[in-house]
C-alpha cells in the first residue's frame, strides 16, 4: 500500500502563503492521480486540486488562480502552493492517491495538515 505524510501547514494571516507537501513512499510516476483534499470544520472533505499521471491538473473553483499543484516524481512528492489564502481556505488539507494493484484501482490517504487562515 502507498503510504502518503504530508507537511507544510499552520496559521497564516489572509493573504499570506504556504506550500503543502506529501511525500509518497512508492514512486509517484507510476500513481493514477495525486489529490488534495480539504475538509473545514462541520464541512465534508472535499477535493481542491489534483494532478494526474499525464500531467494534466484541476482545480476547485474557489481556488483556482490561487492554488497550483505540482508533482516531483524525483522525490516522490507533491506539492499544493497556497497563495492570497482567505479565511474560507481554513481546514485540514488531506493528501489522496489513487494506483493500481492487480488490476484493482485503489486509494491512500495521508494523515492530514491542519491549515488555519486568520488575523
Known amino acids: 500500500q502507498v503510504q502518503l505524510a504530508e507537511s507544510g501547514g499552520g496559521l497564516v494571516q489572509p493573504g499570506g502563503s504556504l506550500r503543502l507537501s506529501c511525500e509518497s513512499s512508492?514512486?509517484?510516476?507510476?500513481?493514477?492521480?495525486m489529490n488534495w483534499y480539504r475538509q473545514a470544520p462541520g464541512a465534508e472533505r472535499v477535493l481542491v486540486a489534483a494532478a494526474a499521471r499525464n500531467g494534466n491538473t484541476n482545480y476547485q473553483d474557489s481556488v483556482n488562480g490561487r492554488f497550483t499543484i505540482s508533482r516531483d516524481n524525483a522525490k516522490n512528492t507533491v506539492y499544493l502552493q497556497m497563495n492570497s489564502l482567505k479565511p474560507e481556505d481554513t481546514g485540514v488539507y488531506s493528501c489522496?492517491?489513487?494506483?493500481?494493484?492487480?488490476?484493482?484501482?485503489?486509494?491512500?490517504w495521508g494523515q492530514g495538515t491542519q491549515v488555519t487562515v486568520s488575523s
Open positions: 489522496n492517491a489513487i494506483y493500481m494493484r492487480s488490476g484493482v484501482t485503489l486509494a491512500s
Open positions: 512508492s514512486s509517484i510516476s507510476s500513481l493514477l492521480s
